[in-house]
């Protein structure tokens, strides 16, 4: 029997484990690892389980879903001939349609609770049309308490509010003239809609994007307050066609249905409700011999039921499901989904069948950061890394085909460093921060140059310019999303086609500055990352040569050019600041003329590996603090190679992603 600090929770307190002690973390990118020493007095059965949680409910735990059919449907053709969404009241005796078809939302009345068998319709509707014509009402939801009703419009993305003067009964609804657009997020076919279970929270997926978008209303079940939280989660790995979604146990689980893969897949949440911390548990439930056209999926009576249907066959199936979930089992436990540059403590719980123990205590405080690597390529085919953090010795990251190595452009995550383009190339390659190891194919640009640049932010890199067969020059600017590997799409164009410019970004803005075209230009264009069209003149550097051949960098506030051409070996440093537009200013010198540079940033300090110097090959790194002025200073640690290294450096924790 546990004593002392064991168990006061669970079936029976007393049997309950007694708690972990020595709890610790050590921070990660975005992420923790929380060590921690099992309880001796394990309570009246063995330990199965650890419940580890920050001190903002960040936690992790495992899922899976078991489903079997209950042979039990009922047919809603007569009233709504394209069905997308179905709710059930909460005592599970009445149910509610909405669809496509009659724009309009149908109650029933079941004389077995939570039995679709047994339902009936009760000549009840709700028109839509008044509020939109052709709204092509996709999904419903209802506050717990049914006095308030959500309808998703399919004709122009947006959820419209009801109130109802008798809990649950539709007759009596009415609008609130209050609504919410998520078309900005959504635009395409936002077949899904839900909230957590304070209605804080609102959530929305659909087949135009493939993702589950989370929205905060910060006054509950209030859609007059919502806002987008910056918030969500790609679920296109396993189906691009979501159609509907719910949570179940509290939120630490959510389920979506898809209409392509006609499968119910579940998702772990190890923050419950935050969509931004979900994971595929890998586990998933086929509802395929039922409608191979599913439109719309909902839990029922503590999520013991599950109901499905689509626009084939206009009907509402029933399903028994169970929902498990799973927690670690042993020390230590990896916590992902954390905010790097955020404070975080934890708790750790022993659970075995009896219930869990008393908390631990709290572990000492950590802050999550994004890897302060720099990996950089050079003439002979070799990845070499650097720690930022330590500025320790250069070592072996691994190699890139030779025949792409030369003055490519490079780009990054916090997780992923991209390639791409090269000596007359259009491939792309791809490198994972955290395992050194040899480049992976990611996919090919739309274009063949060498010289070309590479910017961008979290989740987009852009790669611009250059020339074909070396004097052809490009305007061409192609994105990636840096998480999927796959071809480049088009972006827009350059202010003026040219080659071996020179690219750098804050987290909304990128900017291209130097190149060659029939002479040194000297221009600096910008985009808006996360949108698509035309670069517009930034303004201009000085010396013009500047960064022709040698590096840039940015901070998430100032973008900083270094270095020189061959013809122009040169040690100037320039700087602009990139949320305004005007011509560069001068920041300071290298501590020697050199072109040919690699060039990187923790968002702090921005550091430039090796180069080409007047007497040849250029070894040392030169660091500066971009937020400061003056000159570089030797950090005292050499690059491997005597190489040039040809400008081609990326890293986690550029200016672009802080």
């Known amino acids: 029997m546990a004593k002392g600090k064991g168990g006061f929770i669970g079936q029976d307190g007393l049997n309950a484990p007694n708690s972990p002690s020595a709890v610790s973390a050590t921070a990660g990118n975005a992420q923790a690892t929380v060590s921690f020493t099992a309880p001796s007095d394990v309570g009246g059965s063995a330990i199965t389980g650890y419940s580890v949680v920050s001190n903002t409910g960040a936690t992790t735990i495992s899922g899976s879903i078991t489903a079997s059919y209950d042979s039990k449907s009922f047919n809603v053709g007569s009233q709504e001939g394209g069905p997308g969404g179905v709710q059930f009241k909460s005592d599970g005796t009445k149910m509610y349609v909405t669809g496509q078809t009659a724009d309009k939302t149908f109650q029933y009345s079941l004389s077995t609770p939570y039995d679709v068998s047994t339902a009936s319709y009760d000549s009840v509707e709700l028109n839509h049309a008044t509020q939109a014509s052709n709204a092509n009402p996709y999904d419903l939801f209802f506050k717990t308490d049914g006095t308030k009703l959500y309808v998703m419009f399919g004709v122009n993305d947006t959820v419209y509010q009801y109130s109802l003067s008798s809990a649950w009964d539709l007759s009596t609804a009415s609008y609130d003239s209050v609504n919410f657009s998520v078309a900005s997020q959504e635009s395409g076919e936002p077949g899904g809609l839900a909230f957590s279970d304070d209605g804080s929270k609102m959530y929305a997926c659909g087949e ?3 993702t589950v978008f989370q929205y905060t209303l910060s006054t509950p079940w209030d859609l007059s307050t919502a806002s987008y939280a910056s918030k969500s989660f790609d679920v296109s790995d396993q189906g691009t066609k979501p159609a509907g979604l719910a949570f179940a146990k509290n939120g630490q689980l959510m389920i979506v249905i898809d209409e392509g893969q006609v499968k119910v897949f579940l998702y772990a ?6 969509v931004s911390t979900a994971t595929y548990t890998s586990s998933s439930f086929s509802v395929s011999s039922q409608d191979p056209r ?5 839990l029922a009576n503590s999520n013991t039921k599950m109901y499905a249907g689509g626009v084939n066959n206009d009907i509402v199936y029933q399903y028994t499901v169970d929902f498990s979930v799973g927690y670690p089992t042993s020390s230590p436990v990896i916590i992902t989904g954390l905010s790097n540059g ?16 008393a908390p631990s205590d709290a572990s000492g405080s950590v802050s999550p950061a994004a890897p302060q ?24 990251f691994g190699t890139i085909s030779l025949g792409e190595s030369t003055s490519r452009g490079a780009v990054g995550s916090a997780t992923r460093g991209v390639f791409g383009g090269g000596q007359d190339s259009n491939v792309m390659t791809y490198i994972t921060f955290s395992s050194a190891g040899n480049g992976t194919d990611f996919g090919d640009q739309g274009e063949s140059a ?3 640049s590479g910017m961008g932010n979290s989740t987009r890199g852009i790669f611009s310019g250059g020339a074909w067969d070396g004097s052809t020059n490009k305007n061409f600017m192609d994105y990636i999303t840096i998480a999927s590997t796959g071809n480049s799409t088009t972006f827009g164009d350059l202010t003026q086609a040219r080659r071996y410019l020179r690219g750098c970004a804050s987290p909304t803005r990128g900017l291209n500055g130097s190149g060659y075209q029939s002479s040194f230009t000297g221009r600096i264009d910008y985009v808006t990352i996360a949108s698509t069209g035309n670069a517009t003149t930034f303004g201009t550097l000085s010396p013009t040569y500047v960064g022709y051949g040698g590096a840039a960098c940015s901070s998430s506030t100032r973008a900083i050019w270094a270095g020189g051409s061959a013809s122009n070996i040169a040690n100037n440093i320039s700087y602009v600041t990139i949320a305004s537009t005007g011509n560069s200013t001068d920041f300071g010198d290298l501590t020697e003329n050199k072109y040919s540079i690699a060039g990187c940033t923790n968002s702090t300090t921005a550091y430039f590996f090796g180069g080409q110097g007047s007497s040849g090959a250029v070894q040392n790194i030169d660091k500066i603090t971009i937020a400061s002025t003056g000159n570089a200073t030797d950090t005292g640690v050499d690059v491997k190679t ?9 890293s986690g924790s550029h200016g672009g992603i802080s």
Do not use: C, K, R
Request: zero cysteines; glycine letters at 10%; charged letters at 5%.
């Open 208 to 210: 135009g994007q493939g």
């Open 269 to 274: 949440l190890s923050t419950a409700f935050d």
């Open 294 to 298: 599913p439109f719309f999926v909902a």
């Open 342 to 357: 955020t404070s975080y403590t934890f708790n750790v719980w022993a659970i075995n069948a009896f219930g869990f123990s």
């Open 373 to 396: 690597i720099a990996v950089f390529a050079h003439s002979n085919a070799g990845l070499d890394q650097f720690n930022m953090a330590t500025e320790g010795s250069v070592t072996d």
């Open 450 to 452: 060498n010289g070309q």
């Open 642 to 650: 005597t190489s040039s290294t040809y400008g081609m450096a990326a």
